[in-house]
């Protein structure tokens, strides 16, 4: 089947363009996209592609940040600002992968993809979608995502972690660094005198989208890091979650090792 490609000057016009057509689909990076079309998908037989450069900055802003959907893993890894989210990106494919894919892409990747947004999710993140800017919380957005394919994110702002130590990220899987993740875990958790002030916690690979593990977040809250302060998080690591199975994993198994490495991160001993 033929593939048209349109291209515009603006977000707003692209997005007009996206919603008016059930056979077009939105060019990010094209890490998804291109794969679809390579298979011989027959969804779509239009392909939106948007140059305006207002998708690829990145805006601090006070002690959150706005990182432009278009930003690539590459991008990231080369901006000071971003050096806490360095080892998210550089855990995402290899050097040709981490040019094209974009933190708005990786929004869309299906289980057991999407190891950056785990990391969004972590943050705060909040997304704004073209079109008026509508903006809608992360976990929100993820919630309606698969129901809305045809709309344009122009950017996510997330918490600036204070400390360096606060954010932590881990991902689990069987080829490294570059693997398809079995689960990733990422995790703010601000401390003030010792203990765990308003946490956030969230998975990959644990379900049809990256999630915040609730449980875990009350379970810490005004918690030490230490052994004993997190013994009833670890409780609460798989508690009301269906992991996926797929060729990488079980269920079984995603619940098991979840304690795990979950343990491994809060002590901060996660490699």
Known sequence: MPVSV?????????????????SA???GGGTLVMRALNEGTQAFDTVIRVTDPAL??????GDRLTIGAGVTMAAVLA??????????????????????????????????????????????GAVTIAGGGRALNLDDFLK??????RVIVTSVTITRPRDAQAFRFHKVSRIKPKGISVLSIAAHLPQSGGRVNNARVAYGAMGPTPL???????????????????????????ERLDPPTDALASSWYRREVAPVHLRRLLLNQAG
Do not use: W
Request: hydrophobic fraction near 45%; include cysteine; charge should be positive.
């Open 144 to 149: 309606v995502r698969d129901r809305e394919p």
């Open 25 to 27: 689909r939105f060019f």
């Open 212 to 238: 915040r593990v609730t449980g875990v977040e009350r379970a810490l809250e005004g918690r030490s890091l230490d052994a004993s302060g997190i013994a009833p998080a670890l409780a609460a690591a798989t």
């Open 79 to 124: 901006n000071r600002d971003l050096a806490f989210l360095h080892p998210v990106a550089r855990s995402i494919g290899g050097p040709a992968v981490r040019t094209m894919a974009t933190i708005g892409g990786n929004l869309f990747a299906a289980c057991p993809y999407g190891d950056f947004t785990v990391a969004l999710l972590a943050l705060d």
């Open 6 to 22: 349109k291209t515009y000057a603006g977000v707003e016009e692209a997005a007009r363009a996206l919603s008016a057509s059930r």
């Open 56 to 61: 690829r900055q990145v805006k601090p802003e």
